[in-house]
């Protein structure tokens, strides 16, 4: 079983940046990829980045070229760097992984953007 709990959301400027972390509370070298959600209420949940355990990533249209996704395997720790924030990018966001064919969630953190 795997626990992840994410960390970093606040309350930004458009234009600022923010860096979400999830720490795991098992060793990520395991994990085949780990992602990043958001979700909007009301809305479903949409991927935004996913990195595979050899350091691939792929991100959705909107977040490209403004977010990166990166793990850190040493410290169980999955990380999003979030520049120019839009006010559309408000969410909140969820860190997920796979193992043995179980869905693993995180609680989720708030990320607004607002002047």
């Known amino acids: 079983q795997v626990q992840l709990v994410e960390s970093g959301g606040g309350l930004v400027q458009p234009g600022g940046s923010l860096r979400l972390s999830c720490a795991a509370s098992?060793?990520?070298?395991?994990?085949?990829?780990m992602d990043w959600y958001r979700q909007v209420p009301g809305k479903q949940r949409e991927l935004v980045a996913v990195?595979?355990?050899?350091?691939?990533?792929n991100y959705a249209d909107p977040v490209k070229g403004r977010f990166t996704i990166s793990r850190d395997n040493a410290k169980n720790t999955l990380y999003l760097h979030m520049n120019s924030l839009k006010p559309e990018d408000t969410a909140v966001y969820y860190c997920?992984?796979?193992?043995?064919?179980?869905?693993?969630w995180g609680k989720g953190t708030l990320v607004t953007v607002s002047s």
């Open positions: 997920h992984t796979a193992l043995w064919g179980t869905d693993y």
């Open positions: 990195i595979t355990d050899g350091g691939r990533a």
């Open positions: 098992a060793s990520i070298a395991i994990l085949n990829a």
